[in-house]
């Protein structure tokens, strides 16, 4: 399940100091900042800012989150590399939480279940800050997750569900229905979709991807 939130995007921007005009200022008085914009995997210390944006998101429309906080806290400890967070001066603003998969469509069991070492990731959730939305920084982030999959060892496929109305979305994505899903949820209908990781991406898994 996914949120209505989900290009290139800004990479990691390097730390740099202020220095007043006409002089040098002292190495022990350099002011540091945060990278203006960093994404990166997700860890268990990030379960709580994580949990609290998607309970904002989720709760609102459809009363329940995708995850619990036990299950954030899983995933981030089975399968951080299948994570991805996107940081603005240190603050989590979007992420998007993944795990392992091993059979060709999605069953209950994938909510809870991290496979290790398959060709398929399940794409949980993707959620965005709601001071962020309406900026495309789902879209963003979307695009640069799935570039950064091309780099895991031995994915093929990323699968998801989400219901009707986003189906348009992750199409523009690259995303492709598989037709109605067997996860179910009380009230909630929601259809598959499959994006392919193919192509000449996994040549550049030997060169510093």
Request: charged share 20%; glycine share 8%; hydrophobic share 35%.
């Amino acid at each position: 399940m996914t949120s209505h939130q989900v290009s290139r995007s800004p990479f990691l921007k390097p730390f740099y100091t202020r220095t007043p005009v006409g002089g040098v200022i002292p190495r022990t008085q350099r002011r540091h900042t945060l990278p203006a914009s960093e994404f990166r995997n997700l860890t268990p210390q990030d379960a709580i800012s994580v949990f609290e944006i998607e309970r904002e998101a989720f709760v609102s429309v459809s009363g329940e989150c995708p995850l619990t906080l036990d299950e954030v806290l899983n995933f981030l400890s089975q399968c951080p590399e299948l994570s991805l967070g996107w940081f603005e001066e240190g603050q989590l603003v979007a992420f998007i939480i993944g795990s392992g998969w091993g059979k060709e469509r999605l069953e209950q069991e994938a909510m809870t279940q991290h496979i290790p070492e398959t060709s398929a990731v399940h794409i949980h959730v993707l959620s965005v800050h709601r001071h962020a939305r309406q900026q495309g920084k789902g879209s963003i982030l979307l695009w640069r997750y799935l570039q950064y999959l091309r780099c895991v060892p031995g994915l093929r496929r990323a699968l998801l569900v989400c219901e009707e109305f986003l189906v348009p979305f992750y199409q523009k994505a690259g995303f492709k229905e598989k037709g109605p899903s067997a996860i179910t949820v009380p009230n909630l209908i929601f259809q598959e979709m499959e994006y392919h990781i193919g192509g000449a991406a996994y040549a550049r898994r030997n060169s510093g991807c």
